[in-house]
């Protein structure tokens, strides 16, 4: 392919990007808080905001992982935009340690309904405001044609939507621009200290539209993520072994 070929080809992937949700400006960029190598998964190296997100898990470790992990880009998500709408059938996550990841919990609206249908519902009017920074959704499926109505919802309104589905019955085709799994991976004290360190997790980003999947050592540390090398974590995890 020559250089003529390879610039319009790059200049038409540009050119789809905001047909297909990826509309970021300089309002839409998430300020830093360290996703370091995980940004550079992402068209543009940008975390795509007024996009929709899955995540998938099936244990109450997992669970507390995914939350953990979201309260992190929520924390820089509203620094520069409003409250959070967090919809559920029963609550999952525990308010005052949101404060661990600075985020003050009055600030997020929980909001708890039975029916699957009804957060569904409840969801798609909610990223329809364009005042919230962020809305999430706990649903265990999520159709196809469902998907595609909250990703219209969220390309009016720049609203970043989150779902976060517990044991689906399978791992269907959605309209949501990325797809991660979330874990979490054992904390790292200072010889001597009591504890159990920053919160660590293996985050696995199984999905990205015009992007890079990929699985990254993730910790929260100081207000931020800190991106750890698999090799520091085996060479450590050896040496706690051996002595």
């Known amino acids: 392919m020559n250089t003529s070929k390879a610039v319009i080809i790059d200049q038409l992937r540009k050119d789809l990007l905001p047909l297909q949700g990826f509309k970021t400006t300089l309002q839409d960029a998430l300020p830093d808080t360290g996703l370091g190598p995980i940004k550079y998964a992402f068209p543009?190296?940008?975390?795509?905001?007024?996009?929709?997100?899955?995540?998938?898990?099936?244990?109450?470790?997992?669970?507390?992982?995914?939350?953990?992990?979201?309260?992190?880009?929520?924390?820089?998500?509203?620094?520069?935009?409003?409250?959070?709408?967090?919809?559920?059938?029963?609550?999952?996550?525990?308010?005052?340690?949101?404060?661990?990841?600075?985020?003050?919990?009055?600030?997020?609206?929980?909001?708890?309904?039975?029916?699957?249908?009804?957060?569904?519902?409840?969801?798609?009017?909610?990223?329809?405001?364009?005042?919230?920074?962020?809305?999430?959704?706990?649903?265990p499926e999520l159709s196809f044609t469902a998907s595609r109505r909250l990703q219209l919802a969220v390309e009016q309104s720049r609203v970043t939507g989150f779902i976060f589905r517990h044991n689906p019955r399978n791992e269907n085709t959605t309209a949501c621009v990325t797809r991660w799994k979330i874990t979490s991976l054992p904390g790292e004290l200072k010889d001597g200290m009591p504890g159990v360190g920053f919160p660590r997790w293996n985050v696995n980003l199984v999905k990205v539209r015009n992007g890079r999947p990929g699985n990254w050592h993730m910790e929260w540390n100081a207000g931020r993520f800190r991106y750890i090398p698999p090799i520091n974590l085996f060479v450590r995890e050896h040496h706690r072994k051996t002595g």
């Open 44 to 139: 543009n190296a940008v975390f795509p905001l007024g996009a929709v997100h899955e995540f998938f898990y099936a244990s109450p470790e997992d669970a507390a992982a995914t939350a953990g992990f979201v309260a992190g880009v929520l924390s820089s998500l509203m620094r520069s935009r409003g409250a959070v709408i967090w919809i559920s059938a029963t609550r999952s996550i525990f308010p005052p340690a949101l404060k661990s990841f600075g985020i003050a919990p009055d600030k997020i609206i929980f909001v708890e309904l039975k029916k699957e249908k009804e957060i569904l519902w409840a969801m798609e009017e909610s990223l329809k405001c364009n005042g919230l920074a962020a809305v999430i959704g706990e649903m």
